[in-house]
């Protein structure tokens, strides 16, 4: 009997061992796969974090005196790029292996479902910023656009862009772009973004990250146009979104939402007063007294 009941009593333990060691196992396996996931670097993290970054400097006008080459292997000096549209700066490079592929493809979901259309409303610049990159590479990447957005479109209004190191970092700079070659990964570390600019190459806003909401850009575009893109809606939609620069995204003003709690109070206050004065009325005109049984009014 003893021996039956210390027999039940072993299971448990036996149980508890052989879950602990499944999940021992588990982690293990887990943090092996990760640790071989996470790609070596050759920079330390305090130096990677203030070296590489986007800090916009919105307001300031970019050199548009630079001179990059473009995909057909021309010469084209950035004030070229500019004229009566506003243009959407997109800084990457074509060899990237994920985070710029991802800012690209962001770039061109927003783009599908915008009804404001480059080479008509907005200009595109693509530029990379790996200065061993070729007009092969940015060819490449305009098919690759012409294929999403039209190739009339991008004939119109979207450059892919190559440079050389110094002219490069002149603009990155100037942008507020920062980035840093890894020598071990063979591979730039740095943040994704857009800018958008003026007709004149000010910068006007930079929308953060990889994936970008088609409001966002459009307001952005709308903005920077200073409304001379976009319908009433948007000049509406633009007093109830306001740009936070600490986020790079447009949402909903805090003043907004009192307005509208507050107008939303005042209606309900009116709606309710009308209903009593409404109510007062109709009891008046109807002449309608309370009477006692015994036919005596009740106010008597």
Not at 53 to 62: A, H
Not at 78 to 102: E, N, S, T, W
Not at 159 to 183: N, V
Not at 213 to 239: C, F, H, N, W
Request: proline share 4%.
């Amino acid at each position: 009997m003893n021996h039956c009941r210390n027999s039940r009593c072993s299971r448990p333990r036996r149980g508890w061992a052989i879950l602990t060691a499944t999940a021992v196992a588990c982690v293990w396996a887990l943090g092996g796969s990760i640790a071989r996931c996470q790609p070596t670097s050759s920079i330390p993290f305090n130096q990677l974090t203030a070296d590489v970054g986007i800090s916009p400097q919105l307001g300031r006008r970019l050199p548009l005196d630079l001179a990059f080459v473009d995909a057909d292997g021309r010469d084209v000096q950035l004030a070229d790029l500019f004229g009566d549209r506003p243009v959407i700066l997109h800084l990457v490079y074509y060899q990237c292996p994920m985070l710029c592929k991802l800012s690209s493809d962001g770039l061109l979901r927003a783009l599908d479902t915008l009804s404001l259309r480059p080479g008509e409303d907005f200009s595109i610049v693509t530029l990379s910023f790996d200065p061993r990159e070729g007009r092969e590479l940015s060819a490449r990447a305009r098919q690759v656009a012409a294929e999403r957005v039209g190739r009339a479109a991008v004939e119109r209004g979207w450059q892919f862009l190559t440079g050389d190191e110094a002219t490069i970092a002149t603009l990155c700079d100037a942008a507020g772009f920062r980035y840093k070659f890894d020598e071990q990964t063979g591979q730039f570390a740095h943040a994704a973004g857009v800018f958008v600019l003026t007709t004149d190459g000010t910068i006007s806003r930079f929308l953060s990250g990889v994936d970008f909401s088609p409001r966002d850009v459009r307001l952005a575009i709308v903005e920077a146009s200073d409304g001379k893109v976009g319908t009433a809606t948007d000049q509406v939609l633009l007093m109830c979104y306001m740009y936070d620069p600490a986020t790079g995204r447009y949402g909903m003003t805090i003043i907004t939402l009192v307005r509208a709690g507050g107008i939303v109070t005042v209606g309900l206050m009116a709606a309710a007063i009308m209903l009593m004065i409404r109510r007062e009325r109709r009891q008046h005109s109807s002449g309608i007294l309370e009477v006692h049984p015994g036919g005596v009014p009740a106010n008597q």
